[in-house]
């Protein structure tokens, strides 16, 4: 696991320099893209790289990671909006070439057995961008997830429906209480993981990822088995790292390929 701390007006850039890097190699590449406030710098990033002719996305395919139950096509807070909205719509992606779980599908369990077909017909998803819940969820596999799940229905803690009230003018109740959400056992087969956290609220969840015991509690820790992780965090949520000054010393003198 790489562990990169820096200030947070970096991060997009340094995560689209890898996604640039990706479609260069494999311009069919496939995206895991997250919805909230962690990966929006990437997105504008990699937006205005596209806006200025130097990324192409028209070849490649990218899929969301979580969808909450019952809302309505076009909803402001469905996920599917969230990322047309602040991805999808701004670079280059061909009509379609970006799947959602459907959320508000007549037949939920055919819906997620579909998405993870989905996934597979498509090569699997070789850069998953990841933000982490303050509980330590990552896509919306809360506290005692399965480290083997897959796409499945889930109950969202209530912590998370009081995080993501913001999104819903404040409003608790208005949050759905089931979700849709990749697994960790489906997470886990993307060749590259990057995940984002920025602020001190995220600083015990990101302790706990990177140097606490794996286990469901910290559904996150389930990616210390993973072989090819980058961290990336500001001064905040690094605050709690034991191993920050060793994080810092290494990216300082981190090996370049000549
Ligand atoms: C979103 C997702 C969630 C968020 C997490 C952090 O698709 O899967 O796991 O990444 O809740 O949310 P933000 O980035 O808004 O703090």
Request: charged fraction near 20%; aromatic fraction near 6%; glycine fraction near 8%.
């Amino acid at each position: 696991m790489d562990v990169i701390i820096t200030d947070e007006s970096s991060i997009g850039d340094l995560v689209a320099d890898d996604i640039a890097a990706l479609l260069q190699q494999k311009p069919h590449a496939v995206l895991g893209l997250a919805t909230g406030s962690s990966p929006l710098r990437i997105y504008d990033s990699v937006a205005t790289r596209v806006a200025r002719g130097e990324l192409s996305l028209a070849q490649a395919r990218g899929f969301t990671l979580d969808e909450y139950v019952g809302l309505p096509d076009g909803h402001p807070s469905q996920y599917r909006t969230v990322i047309d909205n602040d991805f999808v719509s701004r670079v280059d992606f061909a009509p379609g070439a970006v799947r959602a779980p459907r959320g508000n599908a007549a037949d939920l369990g055919q819906a997620c057995h579909d998405y993870e077909a989905a996934i597979r017909a498509a090569g699997g998803i070789d850069l998953q961008i990841l933000g982490i819940g303050t509980d330590g969820h990552i896509a919306f596999n809360e506290p005692g997830s399965s480290l083997a799940s897959r796409t499945r229905v889930k109950t969202l803690a209530e912590q998370t429906r009081r995080d993501n009230a913001r999104f819903f003018d404040g409003d608790v109740a208005a949050v759905p209480i089931h979700c849709l959400t990749q697994g960790l056992g489906t997470i886990m087969e993307a060749r590259h993981i990057v995940l984002v956290g920025t602020g001190l609220g995220k600083a015990e969840a990101i302790h706990q990822l990177v140097e606490g015991p794996v286990s469901a509690l910290w559904p996150a820790t389930v990616l210390q088995h993973h072989p090819h992780v980058t961290v990336l965090v500001d001064d905040a949520a690094a605050s709690r790292l034991q191993l920050a000054d060793y994080f810092r010393y290494t990216y300082a003198h981190r090996y370049l390929v000549q």
